[in-house]
């Protein structure tokens, strides 16, 4: 099947980094998305991997690495704003849908 | 960037009967509209790939009978879900390939429809 595997809930304070991980099958990967949900809001589009090694942009940076099928999404300096879910995407067939992971959940703190 | 309407926002209907829900393309031609479901607290499911001018191709577990989408023009796709049911009640959002844009391979988001069946 096309397993993509994240953590459910994360909490973070403030000013800190927190890695949000995702794991995927490896089989016809062709890129992998990270989005951000707010509530009740349609998803946003934070980065866009399809080689290895990392993107930055921003106090978001996005790594992957397609023979382990693992990507994380960094997250620095963080506030308040950011709580959020975190979905993790792929496209295995060119010109198909996004699929989705089931999200991470992620609570800032003050 | 590209941007992706959907109408209505929100809507309230009675048991049994139909919705239409609009998702349009608004500064560029897709080909290729997707259309997903999410329930409260869950991820976004995919229904179905709506292609211009041709059939619907339906996810496992999905009644074509019951969501019925037409893509009629390059720049609009409709999903009408038929004989509402309470366990319909759910937020629809469509999305949209630019196949001009850089990255061919990324999805523009409409805003969703938060559909109420009572």
């Known amino acids: 099947g096309q397993n993509i595997d994240q953590p459910t809930e994360m909490t973070a304070t403030e000013g800190a980094i927190v890695q949000i991980n995702c794991t995927y099958q490896?089989?016809?990967?062709?890129?992998l998305f990270w989005y951000q949900q707010h509530a009740g809001e349609a998803p946003t589009f934070l980065s866009y991997n399809v080689l290895d090694g990392l993107e930055e942009k921003g106090r978001f940076s996005s790594f992957l690495s397609r023979s382990k099928g693992y990507s994380y999404l960094l997250l620095k300096e963080l506030q308040m704003k950011d709580s959020a879910s975190y979905l993790c995407a792929v496209i295995w067939q060119a010109g198909t849908a996004l699929i989705f992971g089931k999200g991470t959940t992620l609570s800032v703190s003050s | 960037g590209a941007v992706v309407s959907q109408h209505p926002s929100r809507v309230i209907c009675k048991s049994g009967t139909s919705v239409k829900i609009e998702c349009r393309s608004l500064?560029?031609?897709?080909?290729?509209m997707f259309w997903y479901r999410q329930f409260p607290k869950q991820s976004l499911m995919l229904m179905a790939t709506?292609?211009?001018?041709?059939?619907?191709?339906?996810e496992q577990g999905v009644e074509k009978d019951k969501f019925l989408i037409n893509h009629a023009s390059l720049t609009l796709s409709t999903l009408t879900v038929t004989s509402a049911h309470p366990e319909d009640s759910s937020f629809y959002i469509c999305s949209a390939r630019d196949p001009g844009a850089m990255s061919s391979y990324e999805q523009y988001f409409g805003p969703g429809t938060r559909l109420t069946v009572t």
């Open positions: 500064d560029f031609q897709a080909t290729t």
């Open positions: 490896t089989s016809g990967f062709n890129g």
């Open positions: 709506s292609n211009e001018g041709s059939k619907a191709t339906y």
